[in-house]
């Protein structure tokens, strides 16, 4: 049991440049969230997806598009990467369709992504 | 808006002292309340959760308790291990909410 899986761990970008972070889950969890880890800042909610076929903008949306490719992945897509989006990227999932306040969040390993 | 306030670190502590990281919110309603644990190189792990006034959360020796009063959640424990050397999140959620709002994060190291 993998739990939450990202590829890949770690990525340099060029500004300008463009890439898709995956995520995939194997718990049949319904909700799937993007966070970015910045020193001194905690987790910040990228997007999230309720469930399959839905997605919600988070507190810091701009610059970032997803997609739920289907129940298990959820992809994280910068068009155009720019310095500040330097950062740790964490995916989550939580379980059977439940709100954050029921359902405990499992985060897979994290990916670094540096653009210069 | 949610926030949430936590204690800066970094914190060192002896193997087996006691360890008590603040943590106060802001939120409208009855939010739950949440502490997560960040091992080197890892993700996060939920470590322990209260979800209404007055509960207590408990976990590998951890404890929180959620008080409405004084709008906190504290963690607690008793004697510290170097294997508890992580960073420690405070979050919270409103009712009916997807979103988590963490704090910034609290970095123990415990030392031999």
């Known amino acids: 049991n993998a739990g939450v899986t990202q590829t890949p761990k770690f990525q340099v970008l060029k500004t300008g440049q463009s890439m898709t972070l995956q995520c995939a889950q194997d718990?049949?969890?319904?909700?799937m969230y993007w966070y970015r880890q910045d020193p001194g800042m905690g987790l910040r909610l990228i997007y999230y997806?309720?469930?399959?076929?839905?997605?919600d903008k988070g507190e810091v949306p701009n610059g970032y598009n997803v997609s739920r490719l289907n129940k298990r992945e959820f992809s994280l897509r910068l068009e155009s990467a720019a310095p500040s989006q330097t950062s740790v990227y964490f995916c989550?999932?939580?379980?059977?369709?439940?709100?954050?306040?029921?359902?405990?969040?499992?985060f897979g390993p994290g990916t670094r992504l540096t653009v210069t | 808006g949610n926030s949430v306030t936590q204690m800066e670190g970094p914190v060192t502590l002896s193997e087996e002292a006691f360890l008590t990281i603040n943590c106060t919110y802001t939120?409208?309603?009855?939010?739950?309340l949440f502490w997560y644990v960040q091992y080197p190189g890892e993700g996060l792990q939920l470590l322990l959760k209260?979800?209404?006034?007055?509960d207590k959360g408990s976990n590998k020796g951890f404890e929180a308790t959620y008080r409405k009063e004084t709008t906190s959640f504290h963690l607690e424990k008793g004697s510290v291990q170097v294997s508890d050397s992580a960073v420690y999140f405070c979050?919270?959620?409103?009712?009916?909410?997807?979103?988590?709002?963490f704090g910034k994060g609290t970095k123990l190291s415990v030392i031999p």
């Open positions: 989550a999932s939580s379980g059977l369709g439940g709100t954050a306040q029921n359902y405990e969040q499992y």
């Open positions: 718990m049949n969890h319904n909700s």
């Open positions: 997806s309720a469930s399959e076929g839905t997605t």
């Open positions: 939120a409208t309603g009855y939010p739950s």
């Open positions: 209260a979800t209404k006034a007055d």
């Open positions: 979050a919270l959620t409103g009712a009916g909410s997807y979103q988590l709002t």
